[in-house]
Each structure stands twice: as structure tokens, then as C-alpha cells.
């Protein structure tokens, strides 16, 4: 499937405008967020024989870019299937941290998910993502990651680890952390 | 009284007359000298009353004022070593017993190491902090070949570090046995595709030349190791106690700096640029590159990124933009890359899947800028020199020497207008730095009270206590996952080492130590994040830093695995579709979890854990630093997340 990319940055700001993240499974090493979240399909089908490499193109892009998103994101299917939505997964929390822990999750992405830098691990825990987006994302990466076969971890694995990194709690904000503001 | 006849012996000489006088006082048939032969395996020799009472026909002169070890050291002194580090051996025995008695085993002073790759490790840190080298003595055997990754290590990292290998040349001045196998035809040769020189002096002189020769070429950038083998006969031989030996002049050579050519152009492009960004790597070798690059990075108003290599920028000057570093160059119309070890690496992102794939992340009319001393040398044999990098301006040439001149034909070239525009980037650039150090916090706050404790908390901990300190962190941290730099404000050339090099692992605790030496003078506080398994390829290094009184504190990022090699194979694992339940097999360090307090204070060092609750870090830091305080090492085993 023909992906368009955003970069990290480029991310950033769009953030700033776009209340949830757009979906993506994370940086690259390059700081490249793939940018085919579900939600925006229909739009970037539209873009694509317009053969526009937005990294390049962006400046001129952005703004339409955004608005569309935007609407996309604004919708109540779009809405079902972040995650926080109503539609909870159906996995075992217990479970998931166990595989979590012997599948070896934990070695890039940290023992609660919270990603590192040096393996290019991204944040997990909470997941950023909708249970299907994480699923696909575990098959198919497309960064570094390697993939996970349904051999070697099942759907309902999957599900499980996913209903154990949400009960992982959001942290306080870093400002709120006094050893933090040193 | 018979008139004695005095003879001038050598070493080797008096062990051959030795046995020829044995045999002659014996004065027995074969075949009783055989039997004595054989008996002289598995017995003392004992002196026989003639031999102790009887008149000798002459008098073998055993003893020598001075040799040939007492001149080198009289040379390896002019040079200006403080220290020498060695594991001790027979085949340089001269020039140690000279330099603890008639060097008075100061400036240099003997530092006992209990392996070579410390020694040399310890070279690496110390020399990256103090900019210049300190003394490696070791075996041109096995000595050698215990330091030999520890030399690649320096190689690569471009750091002087100044060998002394102990060899004995003449076969037939080798006593029999473990001479013969500490012994080498060409003692060099093994570390000569990745020293920058070496040589094998054959006299006293000789040795004087080569060893001052060795120095500049050591320290002419780009610096790297230099071996210089001192051969067990010169240093045992006797010199009249008049003898004068020249001893030549160091010069340094002025460090190479850019074509002018090259330098103007540079100017050109960067003035020019809408979005530069600056690439530091190993580019401060002396406090003034960092100086330097400030310097440059405000006449331009350009992001500045510090891969690491070195403290070369100020983690909290609003130019820092190490945190976007990939979206900087993916944005750039112009980058400059200041003695960047992997250029390529730097822009370009590579895909490690089935298919090993790589792509380039910089804009097609991006303007691509390199100074890099490796241009002026390269060697084929071990692949250090990275993929080849296509670049527009290539400047072979020490980017310390030529930053002064880049920037002064920059300002050149910036009017009002330019200056005005500049300046608008510099605001933009203050609030993405200032964004960027909030969303590092809203990061480092996830599993923040998570035990085994994260790199983040430990760094933060670690922080709150030597802030106000003068502090320097002698470690790398990359598999800290950086949180030092992305928290904590680094503003001085000693606060940061970079890392080993040429990644060979064992490099952490001996490069600390030695750090930490150099520190020791200046009254610096050490600080050192010590990874588990780096630890334990030569944990007598810890004894070492007890027994020298080398104040040091070290936290060990103790999360029981060499966690890069469990993802390598997990990552094989996932290719094959076989699980990765067995990864931890050869590559996990645990059952039984080691207890480094125990091991710290097996050797005399301060021990203290293991801490797995990040409430109780902080107050065991406190009680730690009171030790470091007083001289001594002390270290922390806190038990963490992976990265």
C-alpha cells in the first residue's frame, strides 16, 4: 500500500490544532510518523494519485491537511475507534502483562510501556492507538519494530497486552513533578 | 690478593655466566652432572662452601647505576605523562622499577590496573577529560592482546592514547621458558589497523625520537593511538652515569584547518540558508571547540544538534535543538556536519527488516556540508569510516581549528536584513527548545514510580543531588536512553566524555575511572552511570579506583541483561516466526542476580543496594556522594527498566 509520511515535527504542530493524535504507530528512527491512520483513509486515497510527497510539500499542504483531518477525526466512527472510546477490548489485563513481560515486550518499550529513545521504542502504555490500528501495527510495522507473526503471538494475545497497557494510568504532566524542574 | 677482574655484564650475559660457573664448580664427571641436572628440576640449588669462601677469579659487576629504563624514563617525563597504567610484567620490568624508584614514581605515577583492556580504558577517559594521553605499559604479548579491543575502542573514538609494549628482540638473550612465549617478532602488529603509528626503537636514542615523534603524531588531529615498543634488552642495559642522551624538543603540529576556498563557501550557504542545522559529533576535543561552536551557532541563529560524540554545546542554550534532530535535517536546506562519525547514518534513516532497506531523510536540494578530520586519514582494514557520504562541500580538516574562521567569514556576510531574519529564526528556535524540554518532562514522567526504577527517575534523582556541584558525568548514555542530556543543563567541556567508540563493550567502568583520575586534581565530582554488563568484562578496575583513592560515584544501570543483544535476537525470533520466549538465553544476566554492593565492597569501594524503590534512590545517592566526598569511589547497584 502506497504510505504518505509526516514527520515528527511536522506532527507536533499539527497537534497543536488536532486534539487527538492522528493515529499513527510512532516515530522512526527518522522522527517519521507513517500517517495512514484508519480514520483518514477516504483522504489520503484521495491524495494519492496526486503524488504528493508531503514531507517536501508540506508548507503548502498543511493547511488542508489539517481541516480534513480534522473533519475525519471529528466523526463519530472516527471517534469509535480511538482508543478511550466505548468499544473497550475484549482482553484479559492479568493476562497481557504476563505476555507482555515473556514476549518481551518490555525490552524496547520499557516495563510499562512508556517507550525509549535508544531502541526507538515508541510510548505504549497508555496506547495512543485503537486496538485495531495496534493490532495491524504488531503484523505489519512499518518502522523498525519487528514483526509479530500470529505464530508467535496471537490475536487474542494481542488483545490481552492491549487491555494491560490500558490500564496503565496516564502520569502527571512533567511541570507537576518538582525533581522534574531542576 | 689476586687482582680482580671487572667485568661489565648485561642481563642476559650474567644469567649465561651464571649457569656456565654452576657447571664449572660442579667440576664433576658426565654423568654426576647429569644426575645434578636432573636434581636441579626438583630441588633447590644449594651453594656449595667453596663457591662462598673461595677466591674468584674475577668479580662479575652485577649491579648498574643506571640503564637504559632510567633514560626512558627521563624521556617518557619530558613528554609530561602524570600517569601510567599497567597490569605489571616482566618484559617492561625495567621501566617500571624505573619509574617508581628514579622517577620517583611521580609525573608519571604508577597506576595499578588488573588487566590491560583497564588500562587502556582508563587512557581512553582520562585523555578525553585532561586532552592529552596518559602512559599504557603492557606486554607486547599477552598484554597486548588483552588490550587490544580497549585500543580499537580509542581508535575509533579518536582519542590519543599512548602504548608502551615490553618485548624482547634478541632470541638469544631470552631466558628459556616464558620469555619465548611473551616474546614477538613485530609486537605492533596485531593493533596496527587501528593505532595511527607505531615503531620499534633499537636504541637508546631511538627511542628518545620515536617516543617524542609518537606524541605529536598522537596528539595531531585527527588524535588517535600511537604504540611504542621498548625492548627489554635497551631497558636493561647500563649507560655510565654521565652519558648524555638528547632528548628532542616536542612540537605539537598545529591542528589542519579548512581550505579557504572550502571555508567561504561554507559561509555562503549557511548565511544564505532558511532552515541550517548544525550536526556536532567528536568536535570539541578542547574546551574552546565548545566555545566555538556557540559562537557559530549564534552568528547564525542555527539549531545546533550534539549527537554526543563530545560536550559540544550546551544542553539548555535555546539553540540546542538535540530533540528534533531528525526532523531538523529531514527540514534543512543546508547542514553541516562537525566531525560526525556516520554522516550517512545522520541522513539517512535505514530499515532493518527481511529486506534491509535505507532511504535518504534530507531534502533532494538540500546543500550538504561535512569538516571532518577522518578525510585527512582512513585505513582499510576494519570498517569504522561508515558508508560514504555524498556531500556538496567536504572540508578535510579539524572542525575545532576551523570553526573560528567559518564563523568569522559568516559574520562577513550577514547584513541587517540577513541579521534581522536570523534573528526572527533564533525566537522560533528559543520556543521549540523551551517545548521540547517540556515534552522531554512529560516523558520522563511515564513510569516515573515504576520499580525496577526507570532510566528517567534515576537520572532526575542523580540530578537533584550534584546540580549545585561541580560535576562531570564520565559515562555514555545512550542506554539511558539520553535522559541526562535531555534533563539536566550541561555547560561545561568536562561534563560529558561522549562514548567508547567503537561500541566494544568493557569501555564504561575503566573510561570512568580513569575520568574520574583526571577530574581528581580539579576537585570535580565524578559521576558515573555504570551499565551491568560493561561492569563485569574486568570489574577489577573498581579495586584500582579504591586503591589510588580516586573519588568516583557510580550508579549501576543494573537491569540484569545485555538488553541490545535480547532485541537482536528477538529480532531474529520475530523473522522466523519461532516466539521469543528463549531469547534470554545467552543473553540475560540473571540466576543468579549479581550483587554488586558485595562486588564494590570486595574491593574496597563503598557499596550500597540493590535499590529496586525509586523513593529510596535519593537518599542513597546522598549518603553515597558523603563517601565520594571524603576521596574514596563509591557505587549504587540500582536495579532498572531496560532503557
Redesign the interface.
Known sequence: MKRFCI????I?RADRRISVPLGGPG??????FDFCPAEAKDFLRRLQPLKLRL??TLPRVLPLLLVVAALILASPAARAQQPGAETAPAGNAQTGKKIFM???C???H??????????GAT?I?PPQLSLEAFLRYVRQPT??M????N???SDQDLTDIYAFLKTIPQ???????P???? | MAKLKKVAVDRRNFLKGAAAGAVALAASPATVAAQQAELRRTVPPSMSPEAETGTPSHVEVLTADRTGSDFMVDVIKSLGFEYVCANPGSSFRGIHESIINYGGNKSPEFITCCHEESSVGMAHGYAKVEGKPLAVLAHGTVGVQHAAMAIYNAYCDRVPVYVILGNIIDATKRVPGVEWTHSVQDAAAMVRDFTKWDDLPISLEHFAESAVRAYKIAMTPPTLPVVLVADGELQEKPISADAKMHIPKLTHAGPPQGDAGAVAEAARLLVAAENPVILADRMARTPAGLAHLIELAEALQAPVVDLGGRMNFPTRHPLNQAE????????ADVILGLEVADFYGATH?????LERTSRS?T??EAKLITINANDLYIKGNYQDFQRYPEVDVALAADAEATLPSLTEAAKRLINDDRRRALQDRGARLKAAHQ?SL???????????D?S?I???RLS??L??QI?DQDWSLVSAT?????WPQR?WSFDKHYQFIGTAGGYGIGYGAPAAVGAALANRKYGRLSVNIQNDGDLMYAPGVLWTAAHHRIPLLSIMHNNR?Y?QE??QV??M???H?????N?GIGTTITGPDIDYAKLAQSMGVYGEGPISDPKDLGPAIRRALDVVKRGEPAMLDVVT???
Not at chain 1, 7 to 10: I, K, L, V
Not at chain 1, 110 to 116: I, S, Y
Not at chain 1, 146 to 149: H, K, L, M, R
Not at chain 2, 438 to 444: K, N, Q, T, V
Open positions: 514527520t515528527n515535527d511536522q507536533r516515530p522512526d528512527k527518522a522522527g517519521i514531507i517536501a515473556n514476549d518481551g518490555y525490552e524496547c520499557g516495563r510499562e510501556g512508556q517507550g525509549a529513545t535508544q531502541t510510548r502504555g518502522n523498525q519487528p514483526p509479530y507473526t505464530k508467535a503471538v502520569p502527571p504532566k512533567g511541570k507537576d513533578i525533581l522534574l524542574n531542576k | 528534533r534532530f531528525r526532523a531538523l535535517v529531514a527540514d534513516n535505514y530499515r532493518d527488516q531523510i531534502k533532494p517545548q517540556e515534552r522531554a518532562r512529560d516523558a520522563a514522567a511515564f513510569a516515573w515504576a525496577p526507570s532510566t528517567a532526575a534523582e540530578w537533584a546540580q545512550q542506554f539511558v536512553s539520553h534533563l541483561a538488553h535480547v532485541m528477538q529480532i525470533a520475530d523473522r516466526s519461532r516466539g521469543v520466549a531469547c527498566q531496560p532503557r
